[in-house]
């Protein structure tokens, strides 16, 4: 099985929502998961970029 990482630019994701919302209830978990799978048996796996006001 082939995995394809794509870079996702998350911005202003430092803050309690954000982190809550964005990163942990949905691209951890699809990470968590194994990633997408396409058509052709290829799995996406997210990997987030976090850009913000503060470091978090």
């Not at 394809?4 to 998350?10: L, P, T, V």
């Not at 994701?13 to 998961?33: C, F, K």
Request: overall charge positive.
């Amino acid at each position: 099985m082939k995995h394809k990482r794509i870079g996702i630019i998350m911005h202003g994701v430092t803050g309690r929502m954000g982190t809550n919302q964005h990163l942990a209830r949905s691209i951890a978990e699809i990470r968590r998961q194994g990633g997408v799978e396409l058509r052709d048996g290829t799995r996406l796996m997210p990997d987030p970029i976090l850009v913000g006001r503060d470091a978090g």
